[in-house]
């Protein structure tokens, strides 16, 4: 039996990417050479931004047709082109990519899957063992970021991975025949053979954004000087300690100013002086500390929202040119709460302890409030509460979350002197405090219920590692039932060891 | 106003004798019912078949040169119902819809159009949605020709063979007076080949001759007394007339010699069987096969003399029979039993009894069967399994690759409506919710998680029912606006009236049938000049009686909506709440404005681009946005930050400025980091004046409070 070449080749996309169009192409590119091509999609609903393949054989003109499959079967494909990292990795796990003849065609970069997106904490799936595999199962592996080459060519990804597969050569058609199919196709062609002609070079790196930060800040003689004291400070530290405590120093100077700094070493003194070893313990309340200090009160948020480096983030990201207009719109929801922190503590104070007028307050200023922040009204009114920062450390909010600092550093500085480790655990439990109003009180709440497991975990050897296992199950989930999996855990076994 | 257009390649369908057609599966079939001189055609659209509906549509001019009537049907059981006419007038009709829930609805229509049975050739063509990529339960639709007795044809899934399916199709209809069903499967529909194509052919009678020298025969009306004729008929005369014809015109295949062993096959399994005989040398690229094959186009009904003439010389036969029951091994079975013959019958148990028949899975399958039955076949590397080289399996990722099922476009409409319904539910309590079938289905995956139920399509209200005792906490059931008008008026809400409920019905309305692609229904905001669209859901449901009747004609205002679901769920009115929530489908929005926008831009004119930003450093990364949104174009990463541990939320340049973030983050009171870019393309020049001024003014603000204060660099 004559065995004419008939070559396979599978796409996985997410719905939505453009493989339908490169398919259309591949079509067009093998009739054009003459051969036969047949191709199948799923369209419809199962497109919808879902998991999806594309199918295609082709082999050199004959007299009679031959008998193609419709789908791709595991051990049989030549070319795989898979258009996002996963999809890669799904290919590999469903036996698409074999070792004696797949060439592999990847784009490293990642789109998300609703599942990764929502947990509270990092969901994102490890890379690493997906590379690792799909260097194992190719005979040939092609990677790049596809996604960024056909962006920056202004273009979409099914162009770039077009010139990808070109540049394999993997098909027996000349470039310029790949090129003249992106010439018919009539749409976008010279941005789609600018991201054709990107994908075909393979990944080039991209020039490095200047570390502006490190150059350390500017400003006024006096706080200049002051600045530089506190990074003589810095110097005194523990080696370890030092990379994230000069991190968590930035960080709460430029939340507040200098003395703010100050107040940050000195916690950050107490601790070191109560740490040893490795200085795991300093180095988690470097970070934890700073985060802490500069907590997201209305005033943190407009000094953000008018600067003038934010100004220019925008821009960028929304790849603006100097000339261009452009209208930042805020969705801002003030309440009562908000309110009632920026007031001098005592006022504060005093409204929060009257429920009724609580509510009538809210009732007043609780609502959606939508604001041009590049208009001068808009702007002029933040930029004013960013000017009530002189005035922060009188406020209630200020007052409420150096309570609950000084607490959480008590607990960690008490727990320090018998168990370092699980000291270090608390301080890195402050990582569940994160997001705004209802959201941040739920992860108070999960603070408090986590670190409620303390006593249970009293004079245990594996306490730190409890206590991490804890934090992590809290990171899990919204609801928090992985959490309270763990803690009836603990209670079991806690309870055996009272019993 | 559907997602796809076919202008272009309609044009095909002009080709004439000896000509090529290179194309799509759907698009070949209208073609062939073109060449085949159809008198009428219909459907319903869903998938695989949705395009086919599409096709049609932008086929109407050829359609009319022809003399071809062409209807958009209500529904499957409309489509069906509309074959009537071919059973008084030798007209040939077809329409489409998909399997099996399209036959489900439209089950009553072709039971009664099977009893009396049909003069001119009555073709369904049903798009069989099985396997990866099917959006509906796994079932099959053979139970509908076996029960109502249509005839069943399963093509092998090229071009000419479906193309030859059509017209044996009508062929056979005619020659047996008996509706005939043409099943072909999801990928078969979108399979891109060729066929040569013939002429038209207008009808011989058209339906407007027809209509005017109407006929009756009383005999072919599904009443008693004709109805036990009918059933004697059906197997007296009927059944005997189409196994001839199946027969003589050689609609079923046999290919390869000799052996003792063969493999009998649905046609639509022959490309997948003949694939992994070639992977085992069996067979060359053409399929010329060492192991014999008997292909069933036709499935329904079993030729017994075909089937005991391909088993006589042979040990063992294996039947390749996708999905379940077993109808056709059994067949097979029934009629190697009744005539005594000696032959093993391999099929499923060497097969898997359910499941898709993958490439994989027959390559498995046919090689045991070999190995078992017919070693002498088989390679030697596949006799002794063990020795050569082993099979690596590949690596295993289950646990790190995510799944990623189907879910809301980015700038979906429908988001908002969900993203309300769970901030309703955090504040009432959860509800008792019931789903229906669309894209708002999505709801019931993560991040929403809503809806416990799903019933059919237009059935969603209606399946809250049985839960719908008054007074307690009501139920809130969705329904679209494809099912609304298919089924959902009169099942859902007629029913909700009638029986005095006191519950919440949203009707998600996307301003035509967005899920299969964009088919218009009698709600549809755009005129039609070729249908009646515009007709109010909100006027319909009043009509029926539905006193408590809210409108929200902007989806995405989150605010509003959760308003109007509090006050449905609290209201003491009796009486069912119906809402209609409406939004144009972003997807096809997007589809028809962005290049129209581009094009406006590019010849200078003014136009405002909507874009959503965050502020990496006030968005904290707790991600409570993301679970109410699971929008593709916000998603999360990593900042160049030693301080934070969690990825921030981030948007990409796909973003279409749909405003579900700005109102979730409102509404939820989520987190000030979210931001709207209007960015103003080329703009006027008062515009760009105010501009730089306001620009200027904000940036000496800026200067001013930076000559004061330390300045880091961005991510201090």
């Known amino acids: ?499 | 106003m559907a997602e796809r257009s076919f202008t272009k390649e309609v044009q095909d369908l002009r080709l004439g004798a000896g000509q090529e057609f290179r194309g799509e599966g759907i698009l070949a079939i209208t073609k062939a019912l073109l060449e085949c001189g159809v008198g009428y055609v219909g459907g319903y659209p869903g998938a695989p078949v949705s395009h086919l509906i599409d096709v049609l549509s932008d086929a109407e001019e050829i359609l009319d040169e022809l003399g071809v009537h062409f209807e958009a049907n209500a529904s499957e059981a409309a489509a069906a119902a509309m074959l009537a006419a071919s059973v008084n007038y030798p007209i040939r009709g077809a329409v489409t819809f998909k399997g099996p829930v399209g036959a489900n609805v439209a089950a009553d229509a072709l039971a009664n159009l099977s009893s009396g049975g049909v003069m001119g050739g009555a073709l369904v063509i049903l798009g069989e949605d099985y396997g990866e990529g099917s959006s509906i339960m796994q079932e099959r639709t053979h139970a509908f020709a076996t029960k109502s007795q249509l005839w069943l044809m399963d093509p092998r899934p090229d071009l000419p063979s479906i193309v030859k399916a059509v017209r044996d199709g009508f062929a056979l209809s005619e020659a047996s007076n008996t509706p005939v069903v043409l099943e072909v499967r999801i990928r078969a529909c979108h399979v891109y080949g060729a066929f040569e194509t013939r002429d038209n052919r207008p009808p011989p009678l058209t339906v407007r001759e027809a209509l005017e020298n109407p006929q009756r025969r009383t005999d072919r009306i599904a009443l008693p007394p004709n109805t036990y004729r009918h059933e004697i008929e059906k197997v007296t005369r009927r059944m005997p007339a189409a196994l001839d014809f199946i027969r003589e015109r050689g609609l079923n295949e046999r290919f390869g010699e000799g052996g003792e062993v063969g493999i009998i096959l649905q046609g639509g399994m022959y490309n997948s069987v003949i694939r992994a005989l070639q992977r085992l040398g069996l067979a060359d690229a053409y399929g010329e096969t060492q192991v014999p094959l008997l292909v069933l186009n036709v499935t329904y009904p079993l030729v017994d003399s075909e089937v005991l003439g391909f088993c006589r010389d042979k040990k063992a036969v294996l039947v390749v029979e996708e999905g379940q029951p077993a109808y056709i091994e059994d067949a097979i079975a029934a009629a190697l039993y009744r005539a005594g013959a000696g032959c093993r019958l391999v099929g499923k148990g060497t097969l898997p009894m359910a499941g898709e028949y993958t490439g994989s899975v027959l390559m498995e399958g046919v090689t045991r069967f070999l190995r078992e039955h017919g070693e002498r076949h088989l390679p030697d590397a596949e006799r002794a399994p063990g020795d050569g080289a082993p099979e690596t399996a590949p690596p295993d990722l289950s646990d790190i690759v995510p799944i990623r099922p189907p879910g809301f476009c980015t700038g979906c409409p429908e988001r908002p409506i969900f993203a309300a319904t769970k901030l309703v539910e955090e504040e009432l309590g959860a509800h008792h919710i019931a789903s229906d079938i669309g894209c708002h289905l999505f709801s019931i995956l993560p991040p929403f998680e809503i809806g416990s139920t799903t019933m059919g399509y237009g059935l969603g209200p209606a399946s809250a029912a049985g839960l719908g005792v008054k007074g307690g906490r009501r139920s809130i059931s969705f329904i679209g606006d494809g099912g609304f008008w298919h089924n959902g008026l009169t099942s859902s809400v007629g029913n909700a009236v009638y029986n005095q409920s006191d519950d919440v019905i949203v009707v998600v309305d996307n301003f035509y049938a967005a899920a299969t692609g964009g088919q218009d229904v009698p709600s549809s905001r755009a005129a039609s000049a070729a249908r009646s669209t515009q007709h109010s859901i909100a006027d319909a449901v009043r009509g029926l009686g539905v006193t408590w009747v809210r409108e929200v004609d902007r989806t995405y205002d989150v605010g509003r909506l959760k308003e109007t679901l509090t006050e449905a769920l609290t209201t003491p009115e009796a009486g069912p709440k119906v809402i209609v929530a409406s939004s144009e489908c972003m997807l096809n929005k997007q589809r028809r404005e962005r290049p129209r926008r581009e094009q406006a831009i590019a010849a200078g004119e003014r136009a405002v681009v909507p874009r959503f930003g965050v502020d990496e450093d006030i968005c904290t990364g707790d991600h409570a946005c993301m679970r109410l949104s699971g929008c593709p174009s916000l998603s999360v990463k990593t900042l160049d930050d030693p301080l934070r541990d969690d990825p921030v939320a981030a948007i990409d340049e796909s973003c279409v400025g749909c405003g579900n973030c700005g109102e979730v983050a409102e509404a939820a009171v989520l987190c000030p980091s979210f931001h709207r870019v209007d960015i103003v393309r080329n703009p006027g020049r008062a515009e760009r004046i105010a501009a730089r001024l306001g620009g200027a003014l904000i940036g000496w603000l800026q200067a001013r409070r930076d000559r004061r204060r330390l300045v880091f660099g961005e991510g201090g």
């Open chain 1, 1 to 499: 039996m004559s065995a004419p070449q008939v070559i396979k080749l599978a796409i996985l996309a997410v719905g939505g990417q453009g493989g339908g169009v490169l398919t259309g192409w591949l079509v067009a590119l093998a009739e054009a050479n003459g051969w036969r091509v047949q191709s199948t999609v799923v369209a419809g609903v199962a497109q919808r931004t879902g998991a999806t393949i594309y199918y295609l054989e082709m082999s050199p003109a004959a007299e009679r047709a031959p008998v193609f499959a419709l789908a791709p079967s595991a051990g049989d494909v030549d070319v795989l082109i898979a258009a996002e990292l996963m999809e890669a990795g799904r290919a590999v796990m469903r036996g698409f990519v074999t070792p004696d003849r797949t060439t592999l065609i990847a784009s490293t970069h990642r789109t998300h899957a609703v599942a990764e997106k929502i947990v509270p904490g990092d969901g994102r799936a490890p890379e690493a063992e997906v590379f690792a595999a799909m260097e194992t199962a190719a005979k040939r592996l092609v990677t790049a970021d596809y996604q960024r080459a056909a962006a920056d060519a202004g273009s979409v990804i099914s162009a770039s991975l077009f010139g990808a597969l070109a540049a394999t050569e993997a098909l027996p058609f000349p470039r310029a025949s790949f090129e003249d199919v992106i010439r018919a196709s009539g749409r976008g062609v010279d941005a789609s053979l600018r991201a054709f002609e990107a994908g075909a070079a393979g990944d080039v790196p991209r020039p490095e954004r200047e570390e502006e930060g490190e150059a350390g800040p500017c400003g006024p003689a006096r706080l200049m000087a002051e600045w530089r004291a506190l990074e003589t400070r810095l110097g005194t530290l523990p080696a370890p300690v030092q990379a994230m405590a000069a991190a968590g120093l930035r960080h709460v100077v430029d939340f507040q100013d200098p003395a703010y700094g100050r107040e940050y070493l000195d916690r950050l003194d107490r601790v070191v002086a109560a740490d040893d070893g490795d200085f795991a313990l300093s180095v988690a309340a470097a970070k934890h500390v700073a985060n802490a200090m500069a907590y997201d009160d209305v005033i943190r948020v407009a000094d953000l929202k008018t600067r003038r480096s934010r100004f220019d983030r925008v821009r960028r990201e929304m790849g603006l040119g100097p000339g261009d207009v452009a209208h930042v719109t805020e969705f801002m929801r003030p309440r009562v709460e908000e309110l009632c922190g920026t007031m001098p503590a005592g006022l504060g104070a005093w409204i929060e302890a009257r429920p009724r007028l609580v509510r009538w307050l809210d009732a007043r200023i609780n609502k959606g409030r939508r604001v041009r922040s590049d208009g001068i009204l808009w702007f002029g009114l933040l930029y004013a509460l960013a000017a009530g920062k002189r005035w922060r450390r009188r406020m209630l909010r200020h007052r409420v979350e150096t309570a609950h600092l000084e607490r959480w550093q008590a607990l960690v500085l008490e727990t320090a002197r018998t168990d370092r480790a699980l000291a270090a655990e608390i301080v890195n439990c402050r990582r569940l405090i994160k997001g705004y109003s209802d959201t941040r009180a739920r992860g108070e709440a999960t603070f408090d219920k986590v670190l409620a497991a303390l006593p249970m975990l009293d004079g245990r050897a594996d306490a730190a590692d409890w206590l991490r296992r804890l934090r992590e199950a809290a990171l899990r989930d919204e609801k928090g039932e992985a959490l309270e999996g763990g803690l009836k855990t603990i209670a079991s076994f806690a309870g055996e060891a009272a019993a």
